[in-house]
Structure formats: structure tokens, C-alpha cells
């Protein structure tokens, strides 16, 4: 059974730091490129990050480039998030998904509909 279990979201302050954290198992975690994306009430789901199998490449939408860092450990089987100098318009339910790629240096598309597999989400709240 394929289970992608996110942690680490919570409440914070605006300008304040969140590591999240996305464990596999039940897939062998080296053939998926891994992705995070959130959705606010009412909004669309949105691309946030992505890494490549190999961890080697990166993607990240604009509005948290220098902020977000996305990693990995392979031997975890786990990718996190690492969320810095947080804003209320970071406030959203964060999911990570995988998307099984032949290229081991490959990313991920940031279409939503492309992904394999969807972890349940872990909420992440941000005051001003």
C-alpha cells in the first residue's frame, strides 16, 4: 500500500520558519520525482516545489523562490520543505505528491494531474 504522510505544518507568525516532512512507503522512493503543493480555502491547488530522483535539480513557482527550499534523503525515503520567512499568503494545506519519472535528473511537470501519488495533507496557518 502506497502512503505518502506528511508532517510539520502548524500555526506561526508571519516571518517565522516551518520544516515540513513527507514520508513514503509501500513505493521504491528513488524512482519518483517528489513535489509539494498547497491549497488555500477556495483557491485552486497550486505547484509549490519540486526535486528531481537524484535530488540534483529543483523547481520552485516564483512566489517562494529564496524563501522554500525542497530536499530529499533517499535513504528516508522522505522530502521536505523547508519554509522561511513565512507570510499569511503562504497559509494553505500542503500536500506532497510523486511522479514516477525515468530521468533520475528529470523534474517533475507542475501540472497537478500528472502525479502518481498524493499524500493527505498537513495544514500550515500563518498570522500577521
Known amino acids: 500500500q502506497v502512503q505518502l504522510v506528511e508532517s510539520g505544518g502548524g500555526l506561526v507568525q508571519a516571518g517565522d520558519s516551518l520544516r515540513l516532512s513527507c514520508a513514503t512507503s509501500?513505493?521504491?522512493?528513488?524512482?519518483?520525482?517528489m513535489a509539494w503543493f498547497r491549497q488555500a480555502p477556495g483557491k485552486e491547488r497550486e505547484f509549490v516545489a519540486a526535486i528531481s530522483r537524484n535530488g540534483l535539480s529543483t523547481d520552485y513557482t516564483d512566489s517562494v523562490k529564496g524563501r522554500f527550499a525542497i530536499s530529499r534523503d533517499n535513504a528516508k525515503n522522505t522530502v521536505y520543505l523547508q519554509m522561511n520567512s513565512l507570510n499569511p499568503e503562504d497559509t494553505a494545506d500542503y500536500y506532497c505528491?510523486?511522479?514516477?519519472?525515468?530521468?533520475?535528473?528529470?523534474?517533475?511537470?507542475?501540472?497537478?494531474?500528472?502525479?502518481?501519488?498524493w499524500g493527505q495533507g498537513t495544514q500550515v496557518t500563518v498570522s500577521s
Open positions: 509501500g513505493v521504491t522512493f528513488t524512482n519518483f520525482a
Open positions: 505528491a510523486a511522479d514516477r519519472l525515468l530521468g533520475v535528473n528529470e523534474l517533475p511537470a507542475r501540472n497537478h494531474y500528472l502525479y502518481d501519488y
